[in-house]
């Protein structure tokens, strides 16, 4: 029977740091099913989906601590099923570009919860003074109406003084 397991690294970014844990990570007997790397200022942080048996996963959640430790980082491990993909009815792709202040990725959050999207991805970054914001929501067959959505958007955009935004819907 499969097993997995996420793990959040988050450490000093210097070379071969990734090497290592992935080296680990292979060590264990572990396979990585997903991975994402950012680097926040001198920092890096590390999420990846490991898949293996059991003794491999219970093998990587024993080691890893003394492992984080010996490398300088801090991680978070937890014990999860394989993702089950939903049937969604279309998925929204959000780019905003907007002066920066206080609570506008929330507004922004807000906006995808209250029109009912699973949030499956955000990125943001400052440049300037201007807040650069991208999103992916899945769109289930239950939502408010396209139509209605765009208008919205329009409306908070607007409200919030955009630069640029824009709004695509894909059905699946």
Same mark, same amino acid.
């Not at 991680?75 to 009815?89: F, G, I, L, S």
């Not at 440049?127 to 239950?142: K, S």
């Given at each position: 029977?499969?097993?997995?397991?996420?793990?959040?690294?988050?450490?000093?970014?210097?070379?071969?740091?990734?090497?290592?844990?992935?080296?680990?990570?292979?060590?264990?007997?572990?396979?990585?099913?997903?991975?994402?790397? +950012?680097?926040?200022?001198?920092? =890096? @942080?590390?999420?990846?989906?490991?898949? /293996?048996?059991?003794? *491999?996963?219970? &093998?990587?959640?024993?080691?890893?601590?003394?492992?984080?430790?010996?490398?300088?980082?801090?991680?978070?491990?937890?014990?999860?099923?394989?993702?089950?993909?939903?049937?969604?009815?279309?998925?929204?792709?959000?780019?905003?570009?907007?002066?920066?202040? +206080?609570?506008?990725?929330?507004? =922004? @959050?807000?906006?995808?919860?209250?029109? /009912?999207?699973?949030? *499956?991805?955000? &990125?943001?970054?400052?440049?300037?003074?201007?807040?650069?914001?991208?999103?992916?929501?899945?769109?289930?067959?239950?939502?408010?109406?396209?139509?209605?959505?765009?208008?919205?958007?329009?409306?908070?955009?607007?409200?919030?003084?955009?630069?640029?935004?824009?709004?695509?819907?894909?059905?699946?």
């Amino acid at each position: 029977m499969v097993h997995h397991l996420v793990i959040t690294a988050v450490g000093q970014d210097r070379p071969d740091i990734v090497n290592k844990i992935t080296r680990h990570v292979s060590d264990c007997g572990c396979n990585i099913v997903d991975s994402r790397l +950012a680097l926040y200022g001198s920092e =890096f @942080t590390l999420i990846m989906l490991l898949s /293996g048996n059991w003794n *491999a996963i219970t &093998r990587i959640e024993t080691t890893l601590p003394l492992k984080s430790q010996e490398l300088d980082l801090i991680t978070v491990v937890k014990r999860t099923t394989q993702h089950e993909q939903r049937h969604y009815h279309a998925r929204a792709n959000l780019k905003i570009r907007v002066p920066d202040s +206080a609570g506008i990725i929330r507004q =922004f @959050t807000q906006f995808i919860s209250d029109q /009912g999207l699973s949030l *499956a991805s955000l &990125r943001s970054q400052l440049d300037h003074q201007f807040l650069e914001l991208e999103m992916v929501a899945f769109v289930p067959d239950n939502s408010v109406s396209t139509d209605q959505m765009q208008q919205q958007f329009d409306a908070l955009c607007q409200q919030l003084g955009t630069e640029s935004a824009q709004l695509i819907i894909h059905p699946q």
